[in-house]
């Protein structure tokens, strides 16, 4: 076993949301991954997952990197910019060549990078026309850098699984529990490490549904989910304000 230290760095992707344990704090693909990671290494494995939700691109670069590069692990994952490509700010020339920069950063140190090709998210949530060409050059752009300095590309845009709904939670914009285990069960694949092979089983498409139904489910999720995301838009305002690091530090996954 080659990884005996892992830190996880990002925004709600990489924090878990939404896929609570029983206290409501979230669990997601990194812990999962974590977890088997220590399976194999024994009781020496150290985990940190310095990801928090809503951070943009600069923040977490700003953040969690420094942090994440000074525990010298022996595994880092970077998954950043989702966040970005929903802003009007999105500055994609500037965010391709800070995340060229980050990559070398994060291996320089000698750690294994995991990196993410994003998922297509867009299929079901408004702005496809706006968005959707940004997400495809900032895959373009992880591809390239992932190649570039010798990362390990997990690549769920080509997974086409995702376009599943049952694979998002509610808000349609974060993975459901079990969108998170097949993200698990993809990285711990990319890293040659064996996974449940219930990870990566799909549930069954839900049925389609009648067409007033269908707008009725549109109004609903506009109004729990949207609106908040635009109010908080407009004052300036986080999911991620009040929120901290689950695992700021290296730790045994038994802490």
């Known amino acids: 076993m080659r990884w005996r230290s892992f830190v996880a760095v ?5 924090e878990g949301m939404d896929d609570a344990y029983p206290d409501g704090t979230y669990r997601g693909w990194a812990d999962l991954v974590a977890t088997r990671l220590a399976a194999e290494a024994g ?22 990197v420094p942090s994440a590069v000074a525990m010298r692990p022996d595994l880092i994952s970077f998954a950043a910019g989702g966040n970005d490509v929903l802003r009007r700010s999105f500055d994609p020339d500037t ?8 990559v070398r950063q994060l291996r320089s140190g000698g750690a294994d990078v995991l990196l993410f090709r994003f998922a297509d998210v867009m299929a079901r949530l408004p702005g496809q026309r706006l968005v959707a060409p940004r997400v495809e050059l900032l895959n373009q752009a992880v ?3 992932a190649e570039r300095h010798g990362a390990i590309l997990v690549d769920l845009y ?10 998002w939670s509610t808000d349609r914009l974060h993975l459901s529990p079990a969108g998170h285990r097949r993200v698990a069960g993809q990285v711990l694949n990319a890293l ?4 449940d092979e219930e990870w990566l089983m799909v549930p069954p498409h839900p049925a389609p549904s009648p067409w007033l139904a269908a707008r009725a489910s549109d109004l609903r999720w506009a109004g729990q989910h949207l609106a908040p995301w635009i109010r908080r838009r407009l004052t300036g305002r986080s999911s991620g304000d ?4 689950k695992r700021p530090l290296l730790g045994p996954i038994t802490d």
């Open 10 to 14: 990002g925004d709600s992707f990489t």
């Open 143 to 145: 591809g390239e850098t």
């Open 95 to 102: 965010l391709v060549s800070r995340f060229d920069e980050v």
């Open 43 to 64: 009781p020496d494995f150290r985990y940190a997952n310095l990801a928090i939700r809503g951070r943009l691109f600069p923040s977490v670069v700003a953040e969690q």
């Open 158 to 167: 080509a997974d086409d699984t995702f376009l599943n709904p049952m694979l």
């Open 242 to 245: 009040t929120v901290t690091a």
């Open 192 to 195: 040659g490490v064996g996974c």
